[in-house]
């Protein structure tokens, strides 16, 4: 399974909301060569992580197929993010779009050697990844520590960054 984050809190040019800026970014992956998109999470918005005075984020995961390896996947959804004008300067920026490589396939991956740490190493600790990502594959057992989804759910802090699915998104 390959696991894809999806959040924006500002509308790409061309776009009414980040709402729909999310479901353009879910269209285009469909789109691209290699990328086959197989679920997509309903919708949800979230307080920004860390707190900060920019707007809510609108977040789903999706989950994809693909004969790409990591980096060139990874690659691929840094070109995606540019095509909607994401220009990354600052972390945790407000965005038109950012796309996160979550899970590919189990696999476990420092970094060292170049290309995307795997799994993502703050998912675990995202209301905002693991909600949208417990609607699409609710068995999901996170590759290092084992915990299902629903069990890094409960482990959330209950005074966490609030979360909230956006009605019919």
């Given at each position: ?11 790409a040019d061309g776009f009414a ?153």
């Amino acid at each position: 399974m390959i696991v894809i984050a999806i959040g924006a809190n500002l509308p790409a040019d061309g776009f009414a909301t980040p709402l729909d800026t999310c479901r353009a970014a879910v269209d285009r992956l469909a789109g691209e060569p290699d990328i086959s998109v197989t679920a997509i999470s309903r919708w949800y918005e979230s307080e920004p992580v860390p707190p900060s005075g920019q707007p809510w984020y609108v977040n789903g995961v999706a989950l994809v197929r693909t004969s790409l390896d990591p980096v060139a996947l990874l690659e691929r959804l840094h070109a995606v993010e540019a095509a909607f004008g994401r220009v990354r300067q600052v972390r945790n920026e407000a965005r038109p779009l950012d796309l996160d490589l979550i899970d590919y396939r189990g696999m476990v991956r420092d970094g060292e050697e170049g290309g995307p740490v795997l799994p993502h190493p703050r998912a675990r600790e995202r209301a905002f990844v693991l909600l949208p990502l417990a609607d699409v594959a609710p068995g999901w057992r996170h590759p290092v520590g084992g915990e299902g989804v629903g069990e890094l759910i409960a482990a959330l802090p209950a005074d966490g960054p609030a979360i909230r699915p956006i009605p019919d998104g």
